[in-house]
């Protein structure tokens, strides 16, 4: 229901500038043309976000997404890390519902970050990988496949996380 939100309210704004109505444009098959293109690239960036979820290559761990996260879930337990050379051992959050909770204090210092960030600092402190760029579309392909773990999860109470 969320993907098609989007596409909706392009829809809209193109509606209200004028450009559906023109002749130039195709006038009924333009909206046709343009939810179908939706459907392909949304579909296609949740598909690259699944393998970006499912590769070790991202660290160098060996570690995936998937390995603390099996289906959104949680591996349970902690994950080391170091941090400003102090070993931490946070628990192994579930992602189920975690979208709906960002932009949000995260990490040690408590920074705000959005959901790509926070997927950032996963790949950098426990996959020991270089962060994907945000403004990229490996990002944006990684982070929509993660907001589909909070489809239909209620939201839970001061965005705290879940780890059981």
Known sequence: ???????????????????????AFGEENMMQKMME????????????????YEDSSLGTTGLTCKSCHPKGGTAGGRVEMTYKGKVMKPMIPILKGAAAHFPAPRGPERKVVTLKGMNNLCIKAFLKGK??????????????????????????????MIYE
Do not use: C, W
């Open 37 to 52: 293109m939706g459907k392909k690239n949304f579909q296609q960036s949740l598909d690259n976000g699944k393998e970006l």
């Open 1 to 23: 229901m969320r993907k098609y939100f989007l596409l909706f309210v392009m829809a809209m704004i193109l509606l209200s500038t004028g450009y559906m109505g023109s002749k």
């Open 131 to 160: 962060p994907l760029d945000e403004n990229n579309h490996k990002a944006n392909d990684l982070a929509n496949y993660v907001s589909t773990f909070s489809v239909n999860v209620p939201l839970t109470p001061n965005g705290r």
